[in-house]
């Protein structure tokens, strides 16, 4: 599955981006600038809609809720028995066990390449981060510098999705969007290679 998330330096107008994405798209709301509006376009165009840490804007959108490094907040305590959708972000093996045991459904595993998003930290690299995502008890998605010739770096069979700011930016050149996600995702969530 296919992942934008917004971020107001970086994505200026996430409008024009999340009118782009396929629908079964997903959204991971950081900047909550418009996000009624926002809320809106992701459910007219078919799109999952998370919100990064804020419980209560969650719940007011009806959207998921997107966890930091697999914890749950401590106004989200009773998140689970909502039944709405969960992610997470993820570094490293423990945030990972965080997510599965708070019962996300994707944790989104960063970064894998240098990026913009992640100043100064190295990538984990394909290779560690395929064995993270292999032993980890929930699907992985991609997230740090993942577009073109990098996407087909990762292996297909871990790799549950990708998530991206740049990447998917409406500003990008056509050339450039035709070549940010090669790893194609199946609707139910699966790698599929073009």
Do not use: N
């Not at 209560?56 to 749950?72: C, F, K, V």
């Not at 944790?107 to 100043?119: G, R, T």
């Amino acid at each position: 599955m296919l992942w934008l998330f917004t971020d107001a330096q970086r994505l200026p107008d996430p409008f024009a981006s999340v009118s782009r994405l396929p629908r079964g798209a997903g959204v991971v709301l950081r900047d909550r600038r418009d996000a009624d509006r926002l809320a809106r376009l992701c459910r007219a165009r078919g799109l999952a809609l998370v919100v990064a840490g804020d419980v209560r804007l969650a719940a007011r959108l009806g959207a998921g809720l997107h966890l930091r490094d697999g914890r749950i907040p401590r106004t989200g305590r009773a998140w689970r028995k909502r039944g709405a959708l969960l992610t997470s972000s993820a570094h490293d093996v423990a945030s990972l066990r965080r997510a599965a045991r708070a019962g996300a459904a994707l944790a989104f595993l960063s970064p894998v390449f240098l990026s913009a998003s992640h100043p100064g930290l190295p990538g984990l690299g394909p290779a560690r981060w395929a064995l993270l995502a292999r032993r980890a008890a929930l699907p992985v998605a991609a997230l740090g510098g993942v577009e073109g010739r990098s996407a087909r770096r990762l292996p297909p069979r871990y790799c549950a999705g990708a998530g991206a700011i740049g990447a998917l930016a409406a500003e990008a050149s056509v050339a450039r969007k035709q070549q940010c996600f090669p790893i194609a995702m199946r609707s139910d969530g699966g790698p599929l290679r073009r």
